[in-house]
């Protein structure tokens, strides 16, 4: 039996330029710029492929790591984009109404809420899954361990984790929360020679908040 092996290798954006509050997709905020000065320098050659949300913080911070933009295995990634917060984008959780905080504390319990004009919890699971799916099926087409970067934010990667270890996002938070300008790694496994299906992926979480992506 053969298994083709995908190592997914995420970053979240560094620290947004901005006061302590929740930034969704709806704030196109950038970074900081020492957080950026001082982000790991990463060699694009590691990796055959390379997503970034289309968000400015995630822009930044990739080629604050050492890769451009414009090199060919990098693809804006919409998909991976944040979630969005409608009513408390751009907001501190002190300015938040008793509704607000009634809402957050449905989605840390793993609710599909939302919060007023804002993207539902099950939405974004949607489309990171879809995302991963995609990535996944290619891999089994084409029958290689590959190597993978994906740029992206907290609500993102704190969902693909949920997915792995079936437990409330709260519970992520509490624990792994994903910090600012580090890597997690997630190894696939599919069997190579069996029909593509999710059902039939294997993940193992090699390593989180690493300072570094790995060898």
């Not at 414009?70 to 990634?77: E, I, K, L, M």
């Not at 907001?91 to 509704?99: L, M, S, V």
């Not at 997915?163 to 997690?184: D, M």
């Not at 790694?185 to 690493?210: D, H």
């Amino acid at each position: 039996m053969s298994y083709i092996e995908t190592e997914l290798i995420i970053l979240r954006h560094c620290r947004i330029d901005g006061p302590t509050a929740f930034y969704g997709s709806g704030t196109d905020a950038g970074c900081l710029r020492e957080e950026l000065a001082n982000m790991v320098k990463i060699s694009g050659e590691s990796f055959q492929e390379i997503y970034v949300s289309p968000m400015k913080r995630c822009r930044e911070t990739l080629e604050a790591a050492g890769i451009s933009l414009g090199d060919p295995q990098v693809t804006a990634a919409p998909e991976i984009r944040e979630i969005s917060f409608g009513s408390i984008d751009g907001k501190a959780f002190q300015d938040f109404t008793p509704e607000e905080k009634q809402i957050l504390e449905q989605l840390n319990r793993g609710e599909n809420a939302a919060f007023p004009g804002g993207e539902h919890a099950g939405d974004l699971r949607k489309r990171v899954f879809g995302f991963l799916e995609r990535i996944l099926a290619r891999e089994h087409e084409l029958r290689e361990n590959r190597r993978i970067l994906a740029v992206t934010h907290s609500g993102v990667i704190s969902t693909l984790l949920q997915g792995i270890l079936e437990c409330p996002v709260l519970n992520i938070l509490q624990r792994a929360s994903p910090a600012y300008g580090k890597f997690t790694g997630i190894k696939y496994f599919q069997n190579a020679e069996q029909e593509f299906s999710m059902e039939r992926v294997f993940p193992r979480i090699m390593f989180l908040n690493s300072k570094t992506p790995g060898n």
